[in-house]
């Protein structure tokens, strides 16, 4: 906002960039359209929680992903070849809790077709919704699959009203989306569903050049113990050969192996093929776009010149540190709060998706601070981290080594290990709560009415009440009301029954009220005793 404003009174344009939007555009090679072949639509499978997308795969590819995954939800996104009558489709899973949506959003930019899962049971949900909405934002067609057809309780004419509420009419009424009713567990129409996208694929005429060097996306990266970084990378453009360098962000490296789904070495792989990619120098981020280079030594620095732009522009965003008694100060003057979090997770995936719900659950007054996030276990670098600047580590499908849970443990470091996503971010969210300034509330005690004064020597003026309702306690706030309008408020400074000073007075009673600092009571006003109360806030 400086730079800015200092520009605009020098009369200077400045325009404001990324570290990746900095890099000098490299001259986009020359398509040879005799060059260019036919390849595989790339299929995202998108929906909301628990409609089956995992398992619709899992029946077409005959494998078992969802029986590895913690709480029956996918974790991670994986790309997948299936092939029918001869031709090849590549599938991209997504997961479908909410708190994923940024790695759903991911998919739909590398995809040429979304299938589009609706349990007929269920109908359409708030995540369905939302997978739409990324579709259209990446402007590719929708094949819509109404799972679950088999179950007594399936309507799939209601999945199609209710899809048609959100602009997405079946071709079986005049509009332009293809619908097949499937079955995930008893595998109905999954062959119609493949043949119902490769002939969307084939309106969309989908080629590229094979023969260019290789380009593509990061789909998925993470540390592997005993390979080193393993991404998995679909390949847009160009066919990408074991032995080539490469660039993916801030990662370079040369291509040691390259894996298949099946875990099977590949030679090559042309346009549209997913494959896992083994000799990176660190964990790319997933859905950083990769190219191939001329060779290790211009990858090398193409790399590391990213990761000085981006290191700077960290150091340069970095806020400064706070500890936790400032953080617990500034949340008693009603300022802004900090939970700073050092986040460590098993894979780039999994990494972005936490982050961005985590980052999400920020207020005006309390606010989340991601001070390290990386792919790999907990180390005891994290741990210093931690203590240093007060700030907890959660830990995704990740462990702590010996050494870091040692030194942990020995300076009361707050360590959180999660298998499932949304745990992690419920449990955030009540530490957040608890970070949050108390609501103030008003609970009335008493009320008296004023039914005549007397002036007391040394004590001014005293009010003869009748106690109305509640109980009226020396030291209460009180307020004094005339007509209507409150015209004192302040504490009761004294209560006497006759002649004797006593401590409250209960409802029934007469009594004499002193009110500290004032003295100007009449007959017919009405004095209220009450108190505020604290009352914890939840996000």
Not at 59 to 64: F, G, H, M, S
Not at 222 to 241: E, F, I, S, W
Not at 486 to 512: H, L, M, T, W
Request: net charge negative.
């Amino acid at each position: 906002e400086a730079v800015t404003m200092l520009a605009g009174q020098a009369g200077v344009d400045v325009e404001i960039v990324s570290p990746e939007e900095e890099e000098p555009e490299e001259e986009e090679e020359e398509i040879d359209p005799s060059r260019l072949r036919t390849r595989p639509p790339v299929v995202t499978v998108m929906g909301h929680v628990d409609h089956g997308k995992t398992l619709l795969l899992d029946a077409i590819r005959q494998t078992d992903i969802i029986s590895g995954e913690a709480g029956g939800i996918t974790q991670h996104i994986g790309a997948y070849q299936v092939h029918q009558n001869g031709n090849v489709v590549t599938f991209i899973d997504t997961p479908g809790h909410e708190t994923f949506t940024a790695m759903r959003a991911r998919g739909a930019q590398v995809t040429d077709i979304v299938v589009l899962v609706v349990a007929a049971d269920d109908g359409v949900m708030p995540q369905t919704v939302e997978a739409i909405d990324h579709a259209r934002a990446a402007g590719v067609p929708i094949v819509v699959a109404v799972n679950k057809v088999d179950k007594p309780e399936a309507d799939p004419i209601r999945v199609r009203q209710q899809l048609a509420d959100q602009g997405i009419q079946t071709s079986e009424w005049g509009g332009d989306f293809e619908f097949v009713d499937v079955s995930a567990k008893s595998g109905q129409n999954l062959d119609k569903l493949l043949e119902t996208i490769l002939l969307v694929a084939e309106l969309q005429e989908l080629k590229a050049d094979p023969e260019s060097p290789a380009r593509g996306v990061a789909v998925e990266a993470h540390l592997d113990k005993g390979r080193g970084p393993v991404a998995t990378v679909l390949v847009q453009r160009g066919t990408l050969r074991v032995g080539d360098s490469l660039v993916c962000g801030a990662a370079h490296g040369r291509v040691r192996a390259m894996l298949d789904e099946h875990g099977q070495a590949v030679e090559e792989a042309p346009p549209g093929r997913p494959v896992q990619v083994l000799g990176w120098s660190s964990v790319p981020a997933a859905g950083d776009d990769f190219r191939v280079v001329e060779d290790e030594k211009e990858a090398r620095r193409i790399a590391q010149d990213r990761e000085a732009r981006v290191r700077a522009a960290e150091q340069v965003a970095a806020a400064p540190a706070v500890r936790l008694e400032d953080v617990l100060a500034q949340v008693r003057e009603g300022q802004v709060a900090e939970l700073k979090i050092i986040l460590k997770a098993d894979t780039q995936g999994s990494l972005e998706a936490l982050a961005d719900a985590l980052e999400k659950l920020s207020t005006e007054e309390v606010r989340v601070r991601m001070l390290r996030r990386s792919v790999g276990a907990i180390t005891a670098s994290d741990v210093d981290l931690a203590q240093a600047d007060e700030a907890i580590i959660i830990g995704f499908n990740v462990r702590p080594d010996a050494i870091a849970r040692e030194v942990a443990e020995r300076e009361g470091v707050d360590l959180r290990l999660y298998t499932v996503i949304y745990r992690a971010v419920d449990e955030v969210r009540q530490a957040l709560s608890g970070l949050l300034k108390p609501e103030e509330q008003e609970a009335r005690l008493g009320e008296a009415q004023v039914r005549a004064t007397f002036r007391v020597p040394r004590l001014g003026v005293v009010a003869g009440c009748y106690v109305t309702s509640g109980t009226i306690t020396r030291g209460n706030r009180i307020r004094l009301v005339r007509d209507g309008t409150v015209v004192y408020d302040g504490r009761v400074a004294s209560i006497r029954r006759f002649k004797d000073d006593v401590r409250e007075v209960q409802e029934g009673f007469e009594c004499g009220i002193g009110l500290e600092n004032y003295q100007d009571i009449k007959e017919g006003d009405v004095l209220e005793a009450y108190e505020v109360r604290e009352v914890a806030r939840s996000l």
